[in-house]
């Protein structure tokens, strides 16, 4: 086994890889993960997805390529120039529905809504407001996380939150939790 990707990519993987460059946009998820993400969105047929921290849309086309026609995404962002870079490439997917927002924002106005699946790519869903994030999501829906490994990217005390954050997912009696240390360190949490 070796950590390649022997599947074809996304249809508009390639020309989101590019414009992601040229933007400047660094906390793209890795190949590997956006790998994963896609195996577990084809787990969910006829699903209700939530991306929370669409960037530039790299890991959202691997989203969409796992999901059936009968299932639903939505993927919200604070920066529109980013969020512009995702619409611009995967805006006529009509299974998806892109949000600019604070992420914070959304949640708070959308507690009632309920998903199978959240990929939570954001401080918002992650560090910040997530019990109200875990309250969305369905039982057996899939929770999942990534950058659960050191990255060169963190700031000075992000470890410290992560520890954290690990210790409060570890303790929950309502999820059953894989912890990877595979890619950039995925967590996959499912609701009891």
Known sequence: ????IN???PGA???ILAATQVSGFTMASDILTCSLLRTLAASKPGGKFLELGTGTGLSTAWILDGMDHAST???VDNDKSFLDIASQYLGADTRLELVASDGGDWLHNNRSQTYDYIFADTWHGKYRMLEDTLAMLNKGGLYII???LPQP?????HHEKVTNLLAILDARQDLILTRQVWATGIVVAVKK
């Open 1 to 4: 086994m070796t950590e390649q």
């Open 153 to 157: 990217n963190w700031p000075e005390g």
């Open 146 to 148: 990534d950058d659960m």
């Open 13 to 15: 993987y390639t020309q």
């Open 7 to 9: 599947q074809p990519l």
């Open 73 to 75: 995404l939505v993927s």
